[in-house]
């Protein structure tokens, strides 16, 4: 019986001994899954920091910024208070990268980040959106409080920021686009597009600050259409070119033209040049349109030609023309097409695009003149060049700026001025055209200070091709018996 018992209770050890470590080992499971449950909480909070954030500068990114915003702009409706949103761009950051590396223009951005943050309050969050940009939504703040926020912030930037082991400095400053809720819009989404077409009048106005307006988004929403209906145009053959005749003061040698592009809007009527060409400089446009201008003037030319008549057609060129590699290949490929002699076009180049990149106009020039194709420096007199310089390009033709020759009759100053750069011209063994001539008092002084050729409405307007050609033939007819 004492035997059962002991083994009995030997027994009941055992069994206890077994439920201690049973009971352990739960403890340590337990303990190992709270520590994993706890490394998981860790991880998604970094991974939701990471979705939430940007990486170089720790600020919140756009979809937090979107958040917060949200929330604030909901209270803000709800307690009817005002609420502000900035949009930042740094100025001349991509030379920063350019010309200093990337690491340079990293540490320049994670110095911003920290002056702005320095000025500003914790309910408020300040953003980096990519690149330069920065954004900062400012919860109850009306306009007056947000430029005293603008001001500090424009403050922060102005101590120099210094880089490569105190080496060099660099200056910072920034342009800021302003928009107010509710005033300018209802939703986050619609604050940041007001704030951003403010930040890019700031820009191009080169203001520091610049409180949006509703004018502003019919203008960018204008021209952004109008940039499209300008490419449309290009692709479909809905620009025209009109020609300007140009006549010789001298003997009885054939007149020749000016291409100047026009373009009938479906609904807009007739944009002139001086309107739309800037425009498509901006957009990168240009090329496409020079291409079409320079392929539609080489056919005319050639039918022109083909019906006996030798004219020669000037075509205009943009200073982005200029740094497009297949500029050549296209100029000579017009030839190649419609079979023209190198003195059938001649291209216009101002001077103003010269002086923009001397170095670069200097070679393409070079190789144009290789191609034996001629080259008019255009509105001269206005792009402040060297005249030392002038000698050293390969260029043919200088036209004088129609300013100085439209102001001939009424200042002294002007005629001295034409006078001068046509003397300077032939003494470099370069033609002369006077653009502007608008009456016989133009033309004659003109004549009598021995300019070569002259343009301008005291010949004709610039026509479409039909009226070019009657006029071409009517000149012609007049002529003959020369
Ligand atoms: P531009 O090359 O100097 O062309 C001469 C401009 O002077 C033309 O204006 C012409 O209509 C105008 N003009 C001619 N004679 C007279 C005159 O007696 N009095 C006055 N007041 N004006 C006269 P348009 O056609 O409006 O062109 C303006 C500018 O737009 C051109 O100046 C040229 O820089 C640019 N442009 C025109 N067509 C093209 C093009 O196909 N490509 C490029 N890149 N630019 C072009
Ligand atoms: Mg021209
Ligand atoms: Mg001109």
Redesign the pocket.
């Known amino acids: 019986m004492n035997q059962e018992v002991q083994k009995l209770r030997k027994q009941l050890r055992t069994l206890e001994n077994k439920y201690q470590q049973l009971n352990q080992e739960v403890d340590g499971l337990h303990d190992s899954l709270r520590q994993r449950t706890l490394e998981l909480e860790r991880q998604k909070n970094v991974m939701k920091h990471q979705a939430l954030h940007d990486v170089l500068t720790g600020l919140p990114n756009r979809t937090l910024l979107e958040e917060r915003a949200q929330q604030s702009f909901q209270i803000a409706g709800r307690e009817n208070f005002p609420c502000c949103f900035l949009m930042v761009d740094l100025n001349r950051f991509k030379e920063v990268n350019d010309t200093l590396g990337y690491h340079t223009g990293d540490v320049l951005l994670q110095e911003v980040a920290q002056r702005f943050r320095l000025q500003l309050r914790s309910s408020d969050t300040l953003a980096r959106l990519g690149g330069d940009e920065f954004a900062v939504a400012l919860p109850d703040t009306n306009a007056t409080q947000a430029e005293e926020v603008i001001q500090k912030l424009m403050q922060s930037l102005t101590l120099p920021l210094k880089i490569l082991d105190n080496k060099h400095t660099i200056q910072m400053s920034a342009s800021m686009g302003v928009a107010m809720f509710p005033e300018h819009a209802q939703d986050v989404e619609g604050l940041m597009q007001c704030a951003e077409v403010a930040m890019y009048v700031a820009k191009k106005e080169q203001r520091s600050a610049v409180f949006y307006q509703p004018d502003m988004k019919t203008h960018s929403e204008a021209r952004l259409s109008l940039v499209g209906d300008l490419k449309y145009a290009i692709e479909n053959n809905g620009l025209e070119l009109?020609y300007?005749p140009q006549l010789l003061t001298e003997g009885d040698g054939l007149p020749s033209f000016?291409?100047?592009?026009r373009w009938h809007h479906p609904t807009r009527g007739m944009i002139?040049?001086?309107m739309f060409?800037p425009m498509a400089e901006e957009t990168g446009l240009?090329n496409p349109?020079?291409w079409w201008?320079l392929e539609e003037a080489a056919a005319q030319c050639a039918v022109w030609r083909a019906e006996g008549m030798e004219v020669c057609v000037s075509?205009?060129?943009?200073a982005r023309n200029l740094k497009e590699e297949s500029l050549l290949e296209r100029v000579r490929g017009c030839f190649q097409r419609y079979h023209l002699p190198p003195e059938a076009i001649v291209l216009?180049i101002?001077e103003s695009m010269l002086m923009d990149d001397p170095k670069q106009a200097s070679e393409v020039l070079h190789s144009i003149d290789a191609m034996r194709v001629e080259v008019s420096i255009?509105?001269f007199g206005t792009g402040y060049s060297s005249l030392s310089y002038l000698k050293y390009l390969k260029v043919n033709e200088l036209k004088i700026d129609?300013s100085f020759v439209?102001g001939m009759q009424k200042n002294e100053n002007d005629i001295v001025i034409v006078r001068a750069i046509i003397s300077l011209a032939h003494n470099l063994g370069l033609r002369v055209v006077a653009?502007?001539?608008?009456d016989q008092g133009d033309w004659d002084t003109l004549v009598a200070l021995g300019c070569d050729r002259v343009?301008?409405?005291?010949i004709s307007?610039?026509m479409q091709v039909k009226a070019a050609t009657v006029w071409l033939k009517k000149w012609i007819s007049e002529h003959e018996n020369i």
Do not use: H, K, W
């Open positions: 009109y300007q000016e291409a100047l592009v002139f040049p001086d060409i240009i349109m020079t201008v075509v205009n060129l943009s216009e101002t255009d509105d129609r439209m653009e502007g001539a608008e343009q301008g409405y005291f307007r610039p």
